[in-house]
């Protein structure tokens, strides 16, 4: 392992214990810093103890390099520990039959990581594709992709394909749910999607009826295949929307738009009583990590939990089919996995 490679299992380890603070900005300076100098230059100064001259540099990384260099992995081994899922039986079940990852960023919009990065990582953990869904253009606090930037980014998606074969990227894209009920992106590029996922960001205090109205639209977009973090709560800091979850479960149901059961742990959407009712109406859902790390993609086991308490039936997890069914489905709600 290389010094590089241990601080990037390092910022790894700390984005999926979510740690989102200091200490993790003070790595991913580090790490910028250690990549941009030639190799033995940093041996040369872990050597003579020079590096932590270098600005950016701390006592932590000083000695995550000089172990490093000496073959040990104390620190690793401390912080992998430290930051490991848990997951129940019933959800290790949920995970196992996980094929992908429906809703996940990358820093073409306001993940960390690029898409090489976010494919490699769930690909070592087993995912056969994932579905990158960059904020849509309105999003601009998140860097949304605009038509030609999305253009761009499938180009991108095509040549990473080719190299990662049989491992699949899908182009997807996280669309803004406007005040009105459509989506922030015009039909023409939504048409060469693989995935839709819809979302609520703004004015999230909306009156209960035109919010339900709102959701109601989304869910009945032709192109919408997911409706993303429901409620749009943060837990702690941000209360649910308010909008009729009956109609808009039940439309849902209608148009085939799948439930995302949010794996973030500020959000874990919808909530049990929710969850509850979405799987009354017999709606699909898709359990996403709703990534925006590497280290992020390891909190499915938390909506796997999830599911597996509220008895989500499995077969109507979208995320456990096969990729030719579910891009069969996403083209014709009508069928089925």
């Known amino acids: 392992?290389?010094?590089?490679?241990?601080?990037?299992?390092?910022?790894?380890?700390l984005d999926r214990g979510f740690e989102n603070g200091f200490k993790t900005k003070a790595f991913v300076r580090a790490l910028d810093v250690i990549r941009s100098l030639p190799p033995e230059e940093v041996e040369e100064r872990s050597a003579n103890g020079t590096l932590k001259e270098l600005d950016g540099i701390g006592d932590a990384t000083v000695r995550l390099v000089k172990e490093t260099f000496a073959g040990e992995h104390a620190y690793i081994d401390k912080i992998e520990a430290e930051t490991q899922i848990s997951?129940?039986?019933?959800g290790a079940a949920y995970m196992a039959a996980i094929r992908g990852d429906c809703h996940l960023h990358s820093n073409w919009s306001d993940g960390g990581a690029t898409i090489t990065a976010m494919a490699t990582t769930a690909r070592a953990l087993g995912h056969e594709y994932i579905v990158l869904t960059d904020h849509s253009p309105r999003l601009t606090i998140a860097h949304g992709l605009d038509r030609k930037r999305l253009v761009d980014q499938r180009e991108e998606i095509v040549r990473l394909n080719?190299?990662?074969?049989?491992?699949?990227?899908?182009?997807?894209m996280e669309c803004d749910i406007l005040e009105d009920g459509s989506i922030d992106m015009d039909n023409e590029m939504l048409d060469q999607l693989d995935v839709v996922v819809a979302s609520l960001h703004s004015k999230l205090r909306m009156e209960k009826a035109k919010m339900t109205e709102r959701m109601v639209l989304a869910a009945a977009n032709p192109h919408v295949d997911i409706l993303g973090h429901c409620t749009g709560r943060l837990i702690g800091k941000r209360p649910e929307s308010t909008f009729d979850a009956d109609i808009v479960f039940m439309a849902c149901k209608q148009f085939g738009t799948a439930v995302e059961i949010n794996c973030r742990p500020e959000r874990l959407d919808p909530p049990r009583e929710l969850l509850d009712l979405a799987i009354s109406y017999g709606c699909y859902f898709s359990i996403d990590s709703d990534a925006h790390a590497t280290g992020q993609l390891e909190w499915q086991p938390r909506g796997c939990d999830r599911a597996a308490e509220r008895s989500v039936p499995m077969d109507r997890v979208i995320n456990t089919w096969t990729l030719e069914q579910l891009l069969a489905w996403t083209k014709d709600k009508t069928l089925a996995a």
Not at 162 to 172: D, T
């Open 1 to 13: 392992m290389t010094p590089v490679e241990a601080l990037e299992r390092v910022v790894h380890c």
């Open 162 to 172: 080719e190299e990662m074969a049989p491992f699949r990227v899908l182009s997807g």
């Open 87 to 90: 997951m129940t039986e019933g």
